[in-house]
């Protein structure tokens, strides 16, 4: 079974510049979140989405950072415009479907730095 | 507000002996716990979980144990093996499958 994919690993950019990755969870996972792991911390909550609809985008600094799970299935994360504390890694996660108990499966991370 | 807490950053072991993590959480609400294991430019990945109707849950070298009264919960490892050396991150679930996470305890094992 594939797990989680995110793309791109790596991507360094300018603040101010805008700056989008893509996520596809594992096949069949109906919730997918989007988790900021900024270097020495624990991942914080971005969004959560249950198919297509969102769960819970109480943390997501919606001036600048944007999602969608289009379909419900892959999903983008952009930031427009980027600042400096936005360097992390972007991990996208999910799980299979909502009740307790769950377990949620983490890609790779996309790792982001802001010059 | 943390509601995760894993309050030793750093932990130092010698191979074979017995590593012992900590987690701490504030909202008796929580009822399913899990801990993560991260290698360097990984993401994390799923080691064990537990649910608050046990109090201890055991995979191989791997034990989760957990007090509901003392919001405590802590992962056992032995034998402790030099591949263990990671970051730790202990999880709990709340409502709505969220998902709280603590700040991580590196783990290094002496050879």
């Known amino acids: 079974e594939a797990g989680v994919a995110q793309s791109p690993r790596y991507k360094i950019i300018e603040k101010r510049q805008s700056v989008a990755f893509w996520c596809n969870p594992i096949?069949?996972?109906?919730?997918l979140y989007w988790y900021q792991q900024i270097l020495g911390q624990g991942p914080k909550l971005l969004i959560q989405?249950?198919?297509?609809?969102?769960?819970?985008d109480s943390q997501l600094p919606k001036d600048r950072f944007s999602a969608e799970r289009l379909k419900g299935v892959d999903s983008t994360l952009k930031i427009q415009p980027a600042k400096l504390e936005d360097s992390a890694v972007y991990l996208c996660a999910s799980s299979f479907q909502p009740g307790p108990g769950n377990t949620i499966y983490f890609g790779e991370g996309s790792w982001l730095t802001v010059v | 507000d943390q509601q995760v807490k894993q309050n030793s950053p750093s932990l130092s072991v010698q191979e074979g002996r017995i590593s012992i993590l900590n987690c701490d959480y504030t909202?008796?609400?929580?009822?399913?716990f899990l801990w993560y294991k991260k290698y360097p430019a990984e993401g994390p990945t799923f080691l064990i979980s537990?649910?608050?109707?046990?109090d201890k849950n055991e995979d191989g070298r791997f034990t989760v144990f957990l007090n509901k009264s003392a919001k405590h919960l802590s992962l056992h490892i032995v034998p402790s093996q030099p591949g263990d050396s990671a970051v730790y991150f202990c999880a709990a679930e709340g409502t709505g499958n969220q998902f709280y996470f603590g700040t991580g305890t590196s783990l290094t094992v002496i050879p």
């Open positions: 989405f249950q198919n297509n609809g969102v769960v819970d």
């Open positions: 537990i649910s608050s109707i046990k």
């Open positions: 909202n008796s609400m929580f009822d399913y």
């Open positions: 096949s069949g996972h109906a919730t």
